[in-house]
């Protein structure tokens, strides 16, 4: 690799990024869904993380009123389903339905969960901080469920699931084990 530095113009420049679904409810508007690439963990404890959103999506106005939001974490299967929700807006229709996909309800909030993500993190909103074009929306995780093959005595192993993530416009699966936390100092 080249030791030499260059300027870039690129914006995501922190790639790659996972991909999420993120669910929502509003008593008048019924669920939705949206495709976000800007999400990220920002605290343990309390546990909280954000999504970020521009206020033209219409789910921004459904998670600002109702308060609550659900990260759905997909796996490679649903790449199809991940980038359809990301182009298509709930304006329109039952995203839900043109889709495929299926809204559960959650155990703590009124988002619901998407079924066919192996995990599912409900949020409530605590924060909405006006960033410029994106909005960030940071939420208390209040629960988290994964698909029981995936948790042993309530540990989640991530190990072989496919997750999706976003690369410069591009879907991308996550790949091999390159080490485990703490392998540098052995
Ligand atoms: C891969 C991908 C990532 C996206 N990431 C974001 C994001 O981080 N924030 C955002 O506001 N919109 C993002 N979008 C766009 C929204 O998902 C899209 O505008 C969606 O149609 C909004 O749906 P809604 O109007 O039903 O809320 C992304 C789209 C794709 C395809």
Request: aromatic share 4%; glycine share 8%; charged share 20%.
């Amino acid at each position: 690799m080249d030791s030499k530095k260059l300027q870039v113009q690129t914006p995501l420049i922190l790639a790659p990024v996972p991909v999420v679904l993120v669910a929502c409810a509003h008593e008048k508007l019924g669920y939705n869904l949206l495709t976000i690439a800007w999400c990220g963990v920002d605290c343990s404890s309390p546990e909280m993380i954000h999504v970020s959103i521009r206020p033209g999506r219409h789910s921004y106005r459904m998670i600002k009123e109702s308060g609550c939001f659900t990260v759905n974490v997909p796996t490679v299967e649903l790449t199809r389903q991940v980038d359809l929700c990301g182009v298509i807006s709930g304006k329109d229709g039952d995203k839900f339905e043109r889709a495929g996909l299926t809204a559960i309800p959650a155990s703590k909030v009124e988002a619901p969960l998407v079924a066919e993500c192996p995990v599912n993190i409900e949020c409530e909103l605590r924060e909405v901080l006006e960033l410029g074009v994106h909005h960030m929306f940071i939420g208390e995780v209040v629960a988290k469920q994964a698909s029981a093959d995936l948790v042993t005595d309530g540990k989640l192993d991530l190990t072989d699931l496919p997750l999706i993530v976003y690369v410069n416009g591009e879907y991308r699966v996550l790949g091999d084990v390159v080490g485990r936390s703490g392998f540098s100092l052995k």
